[in-house]
């Protein structure tokens, strides 16, 4: 008798754990899509993270559980074409239907008013956003003595109303949902129609966050902060700009922002991490150092211990500084140091056998310095981001590259990407003879440019 009530307690508590362990379902169809893998991620700020993947059966049908840890998120379907659809986990069951070649236009979400109703708000704001976007330019320009001028005043007043009410319906009608919290971060301040163009920018890049909440923890697990902040910083570039004035002018666009976030520890550091993820891809050098010094000064005590130790790196990086020495070994082993150039200027290369722009890229330096003898005074050192020696050994042949490479096998994780704190490739750094960082350039004919500067290379007659 007590064997079998012990094992029903165990029957029981196993049947408790597998609940726990998967209680919700991602399930659909995707007609087109039979046999097709798809994988499943949650964002994390604008990360994402894939959780796990499936193949459709001969239906196109699927179904995925979701692990009982994970919080409700903004989640997105990847296909092995690289076609994707968005969608709301609210922790509770979602279906729905699409076509593999449509994923988007012809999505169908089945008892999911949250993601129904979100996914029409998108294409409302965009209607919405493109109607104020025409009417602007004759608010400027129509003589305001004239009768349409008045009909154009009404349409401008009307169309923000109508998007407060709208907004504001779908806030209460969801407001316990994920959904609510990411429509408050969409709601905007009303322009006065009677502002000129100039008055009209700074009003909205004064009042731009009047409205919305920004210490909401339930949107880590989505991409609306980060959006929110791009979608600001754009109002600080202009086509006009060239790179030196769009950086000081983003620069302005970031202290606002960073002053908004700072008080909000948890939404400071996601929005910091995504904001030196994305100036550092486009090679934005000014803005990454003016980015990695407010973190490192005005954050004494950081709840992101790891994102502390990259704004510090970073600024330990800035023009002017020393390059921290790297060593590591080439292909065949033999040991190669950044020392051993002193007395020339230098070019890291932080590459990867697997990128595509590192392809087209690296031949076309390599060019520049086919005869080392011709080029006596600089030199170009490579690491290689990759895990695999026979991938590297493949591109260096392939390519013929003739600089010398560091390669570790560790790839992301090799102490060379670390000390200069790599997150993309191709990733450069302009080295002077007494080992001091003169540049990060990020494209082929920025780097051109520092080597006519420095008298490596002729300038065109």
């Given at each position: 008798?007590?064997?079998?009530?012990?094992?029903?307690?165990?029957?029981?508590?196993?049947?408790?754990?597998?609940?726990?362990?998967?209680?919700?379902?991602?399930?659909?169809?995707?007609?087109?899509?039979?046999?097709?893998?798809?994988?499943?991620?949650?964002?994390?700020?604008?990360?994402?993270?894939?959780?796990?993947?499936?193949?459709?059966?001969?239906?196109?049908?699927?179904?995925?559980?979701?692990?009982?840890?994970?919080?409700?998120?903004?989640?997105?379907?990847?296909?092995?074409?690289?076609?994707?659809?968005?969608?709301?986990?609210?922790?509770?069951?979602?279906?729905?239907?699409?076509?593999?070649?449509?994923?988007e236009d012809s999505l169908v979400f089945m008892d999911s008013?949250?993601?129904?109703?979100?996914?029409?708000?998108?294409?409302?704001?965009?209607?919405?956003?493109?109607?104020?976007?025409?009417?602007?330019?004759?608010?400027?320009?129509?003589?305001?003595?004239?009768?349409?001028?008045?009909?154009?005043?009404?349409?401008?007043?009307?169309?923000?109303?109508?998007?407060?009410?709208?907004?504001?319906?779908?806030?209460?009608?969801?407001?316990?949902?994920?959904?609510?919290?990411?429509?408050?971060?969409?709601?905007?301040?009303?322009?006065?129609?009677?502002?000129?163009?100039?008055?009209?920018?700074?009003?909205?890049?004064?009042?731009?966050?009047?409205?919305?909440?920004?210490?909401?923890?339930?949107?880590?697990?989505?991409?609306?902060?980060?959006?929110?902040?791009?979608?600001?910083?754009?109002?600080?570039?202009?086509?006009?700009?060239?790179?030196?004035?769009?950086?000081?002018?983003?620069?302005?666009?970031?202290?606002?922002?960073?002053?908004?976030?700072?008080?909000?520890?948890?939404?400071?550091?996601?929005?910091?991490?995504?904001?030196?993820?994305?100036?550092?891809?486009?090679?934005?050098?000014?803005?990454?150092?003016?980015?990695?010094?407010?973190?490192?000064?005005?954050?004494?005590?950081?709840?992101?211990?790891?994102?502390?130790?990259?704004?510090?790196?970073?600024?330990?990086?800035?023009?002017?500084?020393?390059?921290?020495?790297?060593?590591?070994?080439?292909?065949?082993?033999?040991?190669?140091?950044?020392?051993?150039?002193?007395?020339?200027y230098v070019l890291l290369a932080f590459w990867?056998?697997?990128?595509?722009?590192?392809?087209?890229?690296?031949?076309?330096?390599?060019?520049?310095?086919?005869?080392?003898?011709?080029?006596?005074?600089?030199?170009?050192?490579?690491?290689?981001?990759?895990?695999?020696?026979?991938?590297?050994?493949?591109?260096?042949?392939?390519?013929?590259?003739?600089?010398?490479?560091?390669?570790?096998?560790?790839?992301?994780?090799?102490?060379?990407?670390?000390?200069?704190?790599?997150?993309?490739?191709?990733?450069?750094?302009?080295?002077?003879?007494?080992?001091?960082?003169?540049?990060?350039?990020?494209?082929?004919?920025?780097?051109?440019?520092?080597?006519?500067?420095?008298?490596?290379?002729?300038?065109?007659?």
């Amino acid at each position: 008798m007590a064997i079998r009530r012990l094992i029903l307690a165990l029957t029981l508590s196993l049947a408790i754990i597998q609940g726990l362990e998967a209680q919700y379902t991602i399930s659909g169809q995707i007609v087109g899509g039979e046999g097709n893998k798809i994988k499943l991620a949650y964002f994390k700020g604008d990360r994402l993270q894939v959780f796990d993947s499936v193949i459709c059966d001969a239906t196109g049908k699927f179904s995925i559980r979701v692990p009982e840890h994970l919080p409700q998120a903004q989640m997105r379907l990847l296909t092995r074409n690289k076609g994707s659809l968005e969608f709301l986990y609210p922790r509770a069951d979602v279906k729905f239907r699409t076509y593999l070649n449509h994923l988007e236009d012809s999505l169908v979400f089945m008892d999911s008013p949250e993601n129904t109703d979100l996914r029409n708000f998108w294409k409302y704001e965009a209607q919405h956003l493109k109607a104020l976007e025409l009417l602007q330019p004759l608010l400027d320009e129509y003589p305001d003595n004239l009768p349409f001028y008045q009909e154009v005043v009404r349409e401008y007043v009307m169309r923000q109303i109508d998007f407060e009410a709208t907004i504001n319906q779908l806030i209460i009608k969801h407001q316990n949902n994920l959904a609510s919290h990411i429509l408050m971060t969409r709601r905007r301040p009303r322009i006065d129609p009677g502002l000129s163009a100039s008055e009209r920018l700074n009003f909205i890049k004064d009042h731009y966050f009047d409205l919305t909440p920004l210490n909401d923890t339930n949107l880590i697990y989505t991409p609306a902060y980060t959006r929110l902040v791009i979608e600001y910083l754009m109002l600080y570039s202009t086509s006009g700009n060239d790179k030196k004035e769009l950086e000081m002018s983003l620069i302005e666009g970031l202290k606002v922002v960073m002053d908004k976030f700072q008080p909000y520890p948890t939404i400071y550091d996601m929005i910091t991490e995504y904001l030196l993820d994305g100036f550092q891809t486009y090679g934005f050098e000014n803005v990454v150092q003016w980015i990695s010094e407010r973190y490192a000064l005005e954050r004494c005590e950081s709840n992101n211990p790891e994102l502390a130790r990259r704004a510090e790196t970073l600024r330990n990086l800035a023009p002017g500084k020393p390059a921290p020495d790297i060593t590591g070994p080439d292909l065949n082993g033999k040991r190669i140091s950044l020392s051993d150039y002193r007395g020339k200027y230098v070019l890291l290369a932080f590459w990867g056998s697997w990128c595509p722009h590192c392809s087209e890229l690296m031949p076309r330096l390599d060019q520049l310095l086919t005869d080392p003898e011709k080029n006596p005074k600089w030199d170009i050192l490579g690491i290689s981001i990759d895990t695999e020696k026979e991938a590297v050994s493949k591109a260096i042949k392939e390519k013929d590259y003739h600089f010398r490479n560091i390669f570790d096998e560790k790839g992301w994780d090799t102490p060379a990407a670390l000390a200069y704190g790599v997150t993309a490739t191709p990733t450069f750094v302009f080295i002077d003879p007494e080992g001091i960082i003169i540049a990060k350039p990020s494209t082929f004919f920025e780097i051109i440019d520092l080597l006519q500067t420095y008298g490596l290379m002729d300038k065109p007659k």
